[in-house]
């Protein structure tokens, strides 16, 4: 009874109180300020040429780099990681406003840029309160993410590197033009991009970035500064007002958190700044209590939602270090162990599983045409942050985030690490994923909880699913998202029961559907039987409850065994009951995989050079055309195996995934 008075309590305050104190005072308060005025509130009285000198010197050393890190040293290792001539080629097309967004390609957003526009659906939202707005629009299908994916400002990277390359001052100045013209065409409040406080907050961290770029440039006149700082306090009051506390805090309170210890040590000598920070540090630890797992698995139970908050995590814990403050050691330890789980559910070839949810999401992208499904990066941050030489070499090779973060002093440690071994077999029980590895085959199940304590949020329906990787190509897949908003029926396709590769009963999902991020119920309460790992074979078995609501309840228990040297996949399947059911179990294959059926229950698939002879001891094979996103707003085709069987449970069966091309004297 208390915990729910308390969260009335916050949700009136936050939802209600704050969001209208904000509408009706404080936005006209903070907007109303003239630059000087402005000037005297954040720093004190004097000229504001004066003022802004003595920011500029005593923010010097607040964030990871700042022109005078501009090194030939620094300069030479970040074209390690990235060649000179695409930093410069990336830079270029923002100086001609073209973006990649979101899936698109490469595309010419006109002068000046249309912020409240998806330019793919061709969707404007109007420049009202943005407490008035639709942002989802499921009438008119569109994508809020796009404009959002645009005002997020990673831009200010990839003109701040080429910048630092070059000197040339086209890009400070075209960093300057992109933001006047957004502050123009955003007045606070006002349009889609102050419809949430995660965007003002990653925008934010963002433009901080942009301003240790370009601080120095000759061609942007204090007036510029001025206005630019201005718009970052109303930033900060903004999230301050708008704070996204929900029934069960997610990613975007992480990231409302993380934009005031952005602003609250970017303004750390004002009354607002230090309140910022406080607040920040504080709830920054408990939602690492809170929405991380002991074992380190993001509660959301999502690969991609999983790198993004530990990105959120650990750029606020680098750059509370930098600044002398100090995170309790249960923080830096689960920080820590979240990076394990990272290395192991990447793959020898840097690849990922699909599960849950993808958007592209991403606090920094220092490259516009990076790979949004390569985690490494968060494992070379993690070496270099916890002295790893295991995340060192599950990296591959020198990241320019950790160049970012660490300056030339990370490139010299983490050349020093030395002696990693690779990843094994790992269970990580409080997160619910297991990791099946051998030489050349990597397998990740799930036999946890569907996602954010019982909401469902970006955890899919894939309960004892599994993704299986081998010999360098991923074979048996998850669907992956493709959409949210922009096509509602493919979005509930792709987070349901029949898009990954476990069983369906009775045509039922998992968890019934209670919108686009929300399931009615998580009754699944999974189980883990066994949990065996050797040398030689790894083996799960778990079940879960999600069938008992029917009218004749069903329990689906499942055994996974992996041969590791075959790679031979051995999968036993019980539905436990009585009654009468219909059942059908799923195995997706990546796109290009040709499948053939030999008979009934028997299929044989080739996947690039290798080939696989599935078989089924029960039930009969079909092959169905399906869709797989490898990232958000791409689809292409891909074929699905389908065991079906009806009749009278109990019922148990064996699927048999067999390398043809192995050493076959291995025990099975």
Same mark, same amino acid.
């Given at each position: ?39 005297? /509130? ?26 005078? =890190? ?22 270029? =097309? ?80 075209? @960093? ?29 961290? =963002? ?9 120095? #440039? ?5 007036? @510029? ?41 970017? @303004? ?70 979240? /990076? ?10 840097? #690849? ?82 297991? /990791? ?64 990954? =590769? ?10 019934? @559907? ?129 065991? #079906? ?9 064996? /699927? ?13």
């Amino acid at each position: 009874m208390k915990q729910r008075i308390l969260r009335t309590v916050r949700a009136l305050l936050h939802r209600i109180l704050l969001p209208a104190w904000w509408d009706r005072v404080q936005r006209r308060r903070a907007t109303a300020l003239s630059g000087a005025q402005f000037l005297r /509130v954040f720093a004190g009285a004097g000229s504001p040429d004066g003022t802004l000198r003595s920011f500029h010197v005593q923010s010097r050393y607040r964030f990871f780099f700042h022109p005078r =890190n501009r090194k030939d040293f620094f300069l030479d290792t970040l074209t390690l990681t990235q060649p000179y001539e695409s930093i410069l080629a990336e830079a270029d =097309n923002v100086l001609h406003n073209r973006f990649q967004t979101l899936g698109s390609e490469l595309v010419s957003l006109g002068d000046p840029i249309a912020w409240q526009r998806d330019f793919k659906s061709g969707k404007e939202w109007p420049l009202r309160p943005a407490s008035e707005l639709d942002i989802l629009d499921l009438d008119q299908p569109s994508d809020v993410k796009v404009p959002w994916e645009l005002s997020r400002f990673h831009q200010a990277w990839w003109l701040g590197k080429a910048y630092w390359l070059t000197r040339s001052e086209r890009y400070a100045e075209k @960093f300057r033009d992109l933001v006047e013209d957004w502050i123009e065409q955003n007045p606070p409040g006002a349009g889609v991009n102050w419809a949430v406080a995660m965007e003002a907050a990653i925008r934010a961290c =963002n433009w901080i970035a942009g301003y240790y770029f370009f601080c120095e #440039s000759r061609s942007l006149p204090p007036q @510029f500064w001025t206005r630019f700082l201005k718009s970052l306090y109303v930033h900060g009051e903004f999230i301050w007002h708008h704070l996204e506390y929900a029934r069960v805090n997610g990613n975007h309170f992480l990231s409302d958190i993380v934009g005031l210890i952005y602003l609250g040590i970017f @303004f750390q000598d004002t009354p607002f700044g230090r309140k910022w920070l406080s607040w920040g540090v504080k709830n920054l630890e408990a939602e690492m209590r809170f929405q991380v797992e002991p074992d380190g698995v993001d509660f959301e139970k999502s690969t991609a939602y999983h790198r993004l908050v530990l990105e959120l995590f650990m750029s606020a814990a680098l750059l509370l270090r930098l600044n002398k403050r100090q995170l309790s050691p249960l923080f830096m330890q689960r920080l820590e162990r979240m /990076v394990e789980y990272v290395e192991a559910y990447v793959r020898p070839d840097g #690849s990922i599983p699909l599960i849950g949810d993808a958007d592209d999401g991403r606090l920094f992208r220092l490259s516009m045409q990076e790979d949004f499904n390569d985690h490494r990066h968060v494992l070379g941050v993690g070496a270099i942050l916890f002295n790893r030489p295991d995340f060192a070499a599950a990296a591959a090779e020198f990241h320019q985030e950790v160049l970012w973060y660490f300056g030339g002093e990370g490139f010299e440690r983490y050349r020093m690490l030395h002696g990693g071994t690779p990843p094994g077999s790992r269970a990580f029980m409080d997160g619910g994923y297991f /990791v099946m590895r051998g030489p050349e085959v990597h397998v990740i199940v799930d036999a946890g909880e569907i996602g954010q304590r019982g909401r469902g949020g970006h955890g899919h329906n894939d309960t004892l699913g599994f993704e299986y990787w081998r010999r360098g190509s991923p074979v048996i897949v998850d669907s992956g998202t493709y959409a949210y908003t922009f096509d509602v029926q493919a979005r509930q396709e792709f987070r349901s029961t029949r898009s990954h =590769n476990t069983v369906m009963v009775d045509g039922k999902e998992i968890a019934e @559907f209670a919108g686009l991020w929300k399931i009615v119920n998580d009754t699944t309460a999974p189980r883990v039987v066994r949990w065996q790992s050797d040398d030689e074979t790894d083996l799960l078995e778990a079940e879960h409850h999600g069938y008992e609501r029917l009218p004749s309840p069903v329990i689906h228990r499942r055994s996974i065994t992996l041969k590791k040297r075959s790679g031979r996949l051995t999968i036993d399947d019980s539905c436990l009951g009585s009654g009468d059911h219909s059942l059908e179990s799923y195995l997706h294959w990546y796109p290009g995989t040709t499948l053939t059926l030999q008979d009934a229950r028997t299929a044989v698939a080739s996947v690039g050079a290798e080939r696989y002879i599935i078989t089924a001891s029960d039930g009969a094979w079909s092959l169905r055309q399906t869709w797989y996103s490898r990232r958000y707003g791409v689809r292409e085709p891909k074929q699905t195996l389908v065991l #079906s069987w009806t009749g009278r449970l109990p019922v148990s069966w064996r /699927v048999v995934i067999e390398p043809l091309n192995h050493d076959k004297t291995e025990n099975r």
